[in-house]
């Protein structure tokens, strides 16, 4: 079957550093998704992966391991504004995205 | 770029009454768009896969006669919640991929609609 997995909740400090990982299983591939969703909000996309590796931008970076079947999202430089949900999505070989629980990630000052 | 707008944002109603959601791509061509239903605290459910000029696909457990989807340019898809009940307020929230850009593969999403049934 398929199925992302991710945690459902982490804390992290203000200016500090955090890394939320998603291990995902599809039927096929063709990409891995970030997307952050402030609570009431639609989710609004941070990140596309499909080859193996880092990608940069900003304070924000995606990592994918296709062997792994593996994926972080790294924030550095947390704001307060960062606290939000972040969802791990993984798309299909039909081009279909599989959606991770989200993980509810707590800023503290 | 990649914007999509979505209307109403809010939206209250009584049961059995039909409610009709607005979902456009504003800056780009969309020839497909996806509508999700989100409860409070769960995840993303994909309600339905929305092509322009044709049936929309929808996923196992969602009623099609219940939410009527149309996609009638490259720019609109709406879907219409009919007899609407109280078990159907919910979060609707659409996206769309654009057509022409080199990356074809990510959805960008409206802000999303709530419904409340009374």
């Known amino acids: 079957g398929q199925n992302i997995d991710q945690p459902t909740e982490m804390t992290a400090t203000e200016g500090a550093i955090v890394q939320i990982n998603c291990t995902y299983q599809?039927?096929?591939?063709?990409?891995l998704f970030w997307y952050q969703q402030h609570a009431g909000e639609a989710p609004t996309f941070l990140s596309y992966n499909v080859l193996d590796g880092l990608e940069e931008k900003g304070r924000f970076s995606s990592f994918l391991s296709r062997s792994k079947g593996y994926s972080y999202l790294l924030l550095k430089e947390l704001q307060m504004k960062d606290s939000a949900s972040y969802l791990c999505a993984g798309m299909d070989s039909n081009y279909q995205l599989i959606w991770g629980a989200g993980t509810k990630l707590i800023i503290k000052p | 770029g990649a914007v999509v707008s979505q209307h109403p944002s809010r939206v209250i109603c009584k049961s059995g009454t039909s409610v009709k959601i607005e979902c456009r791509s504003l800056?780009?061509?969309?020839?497909?768009m996806f509508w999700y239903r989100q409860f409070p605290k769960q995840s993303l459910m994909l309600m339905a896969t929305?092509?322009?000029?044709?049936?929309?696909?929808?996923e196992q457990g969602v009623e099609k006669d219940k939410f009527l989807i149309n996609h009638a340019s490259l720019t609109l898809s709406t879907l219409t919640v009919t007899s609407a009940h109280p078990e159907d307020s919910s979060f609707y929230i659409c996206?769309?991929?654009?057509?022409?850009?080199?990356?074809?593969?990510?959805?960008?999403f409206g802000p999303g609609t709530r419904l409340l049934v009374l």
């Open positions: 996206s769309a991929r654009d057509s022409l850009a080199g990356d074809q593969e990510t959805q960008y």
């Open positions: 929305s092509n322009e000029g044709s049936k929309a696909t929808y």
């Open positions: 800056d780009f061509q969309a020839t497909t």
């Open positions: 599809t039927s096929g591939f063709n990409g």
